[in-house]
């Protein structure tokens, strides 16, 4: 049925003439007209469905005709258009949105669509078209209803399409939503975040984080303030407008009467800056926590991740600082409900606090600290109820963790599936053992840690030749003439054996382990290497197994490395993994 014939067949049913549908639908009786006789059909991305299906369902309750919902008749014109209508660079772009967003791997959708995966990848790019373009984006519908069954999921398919389907529980209503959404030639842009930006701060962060610096400045801080003689209360409440101000001035000296060495637990289900519109109090709040980490103490946070992903990263880099002494431990807790109030709350086993404020203005706040041993014991309970709930939202390892980390490497390198790194310089598993002593004894490097190097160079050949076996490894990393070596020198990559001493090249030595990196691709099948100006980290390694996760590993102090699974997080990773790709490197390339 074409779209005429559905409007016909309404008119009929409600026995009604094109100027009452006019003035029913806001639509001028010309366009009306020109529609019923199908000289004119309207675009999907305009309104003039919407207002065809109100006018019509407003006649029929005039009329006291039964004819189904507004998003019945909706519907009913959509499924009358055909693939001509759809602008199939807009198609494309929106179902390489849901691929990636979603982190949908090509050959599991293409199994449920009964399509090779090679022409999924085409359709993707724009280089091929459906037949039937409403057909494929109900099928694309039905694999996303019956795979992606969690609300967090459910959240990032909705901020994708920018239409809630948390709360659609039939299959039929699910699909005519992200059908009509794929064949609409509408785009908005605003959904597009600049992921490169994002990572880039949160990795530049990282890299440029100085341990020592930052515990000796809260150290003194502390020092100055646990001068001042302070009489605290056993509990106290905050209710008034300035109720934030006076709560965080406080309980930057209740923590530091806090001698508790146990662990901590702090969750929130709101980024801090909810709570802490004045940086200068967000800032003081972290230093509470910073107080912690100066007596060695395990702080154990739950973030919200059923957030966009610049809301997520930038509570994650307010915390990246306590991410890097290897004292704190994330977790996340899947399909969070966002409330009326913000709230946040922290226990320990000689002070606990709560606050809460109105999500909608931030007023409303109400703060309360305690050290009364029956409300601890409350809060204990209900701080180990909620991470029960709790699950990692990344792995983090340091020195003393050294064996999980290459027996991470080392069963993952036997799953098939296609591994990718960016370096700030050349790979450690390329270099010969003869060009590795060589600068190791120019280095005057002492005989533990030359162990220690040597032995890490031979697990990581071992697992890159493991996993090149059934897998592509792609390599990226700039590639220095003679004057930006000597401008700013690089140094053997050795994040990971943990080593934070700086390790450097004479620029002979650094032609011969490009030349040896070169002849190792030439000789591996599966191993490629990229030039990659586009790095700008020293320090980080960033590489990824496509679709499973991403690991940031940073060479200087302190030496540290975030595995993320969270899809999220890897996303956004892998997104700007992408954007700093560069040129395939030529064999033969002269230097």
Same mark, same amino acid.
């Given at each position: ?328 431990? =994330? *977790?996340? !807790? &899947? ?8 709230? #946040? %709350?922290?226990?320990? @086993?000689? $002070? /606990? ?117 059934? =897998? *592509?490894? !792609? &390599? ?8 930006? #070596? %000597?401008?700013?020198? @690089?140094? $053997? /990559? ?98």
């Amino acid at each position: 049925m074409e779209f005429k014939d559905q409007l016909k067949s309404y008119i009929q049913q409600l026995n009604c003439t094109a100027k009452e549908l006019s003035i029913a639908t806001n639509l001028s009786a010309a366009v009306i007209s020109r529609y019923k006789n199908g000289l004119r059909v309207p675009n999907l991305n305009s309104d003039t469905i919407n207002k065809l299906a109100t006018g019509i369902k407003e006649i029929a309750s005039d009329k006291n005709i039964q004819i189904g919902s507004i998003e019945d008749i909706e519907n009913s014109f959509i499924d009358t258009f055909s693939n001509n209508n759809v602008d199939y660079d807009i198609f494309s772009e929106k179902f390489s949105l849901i691929l990636s967003t979603m982190n949908i791997n090509v050959s599991s959708i293409a199994k449920y669509l009964n399509f090779d995966p090679s022409y999924i990848s085409r359709i993707r790019t724009a280089q091929r078209h459906p037949a039937d373009v409403k057909l494929f984006s109900e099928n694309v519908g039905h694999y996303l209803f019956n795979t992606y069954r969690r609300d967090s999921d459910k959240l990032q398919l909705s901020n994708i399409i920018q239409k809630s389907v948390i709360d659609i529980t039939k299959e039929e209503d699910f699909v005519k939503i992200i059908s009509k959404w794929m064949c609409s030639n509408q785009v908005n842009h605003s959904q597009r975040i600049d992921y490169n930006d994002i990572i880039s701060e949160f990795v530049t962060l990282i890299d440029e984080f100085n341990l020592n610096e930052f515990t000796d400045a809260y150290r003194l801080m502390a020092e100055h303030i646990q001068s001042e003689p302070t009489k605290l209360p056993m509990c106290k409440t905050y209710i008034s407008s300035s109720a934030v101000k006076q709560f965080t001035a406080d309980l930057f000296k209740y923590m530091l009467s806090n001698t508790s060495q146990g662990p901590v637990y702090f969750f929130a289900d709101s980024s801090l800056s909810s709570y802490f519109q004045d940086r200068e109090y967000l800032q003081l709040f972290i230093s509470c926590f910073a107080l912690l980490l100066i007596r060695n103490v395990q702080i154990n946070i739950i973030h919200n991740i059923n957030l966009p992903i610049e809301n997520i990263l930038e509570g994650m880099r307010t915390w990246i600082p306590f991410y890097l002494t290897g004292q704190i431990k =994330s *977790y996340y !807790i &899947d399909n969070i409900s966002p409330g009326i109030f913000n709230h #946040f %709350e922290f226990y320990s @086993p000689h $002070l /606990s606090f709560f606050g809460e404020n109105l999500r909608s203005t931030g007023n409303l706040s109400y703060f309360y600290i305690s050290r009364i041993k029956n409300e601890l014991n409350f809060y204990k309970k209900r701080m180990n109820a909620i991470f029960d709930e709790a699950l990692p939202l990344m792995e983090i390892y340091k020195a003393d963790r050294y064996k999980d980390f290459f027996d991470f490497l080392s069963e993952n390198a036997k799953e098939k599936g296609t591994r990718h790194e960016i370096l700030p310089t050349l790979p450690l598993h390329t270099i010969s053992d003869s060009l590795l002593e060589r600068i190791l004894d120019h280095n005057s490097i002492s005989l533990d840690d030359r162990e220690k190097i040597i032995s890490t160079t031979q697990k990581c050949r071992k697992i890159v030749a493991q996993s090149c076996k059934h =897998s *592509y490894l !792609i &390599d990226e990393f700039p590639i220095l003439s003679k004057e930006e #070596f %000597e401008e700013n020198k @690089p140094s $053997l /990559s050795l994040s990971k054996a943990f080593y934070e001493k700086t390790i450097s090249y004479s620029y002979i030595e650094y032609l011969e382990h490009l030349e040896l990196t070169r002849r190792y691709a030439d000789k591996v099948p599966n191993y490629i290497i990229k030039s990659n100006e586009n790095t700008n980290q020293q320090n980080i390694l960033i590489s990824s197994q496509g679709g499973k996760w991403v690991l940031v590993s940073k060479s200087k102090a302190p030496a540290i490395h975030f595995l993320f699974t969270h899809p999220h997080l890897r996303n956004a990773f892998e997104q700007y993994m992408a954007d700093l790709n560069n040129n395939l490197i030529c064999k033969n390339k002269q230097i």
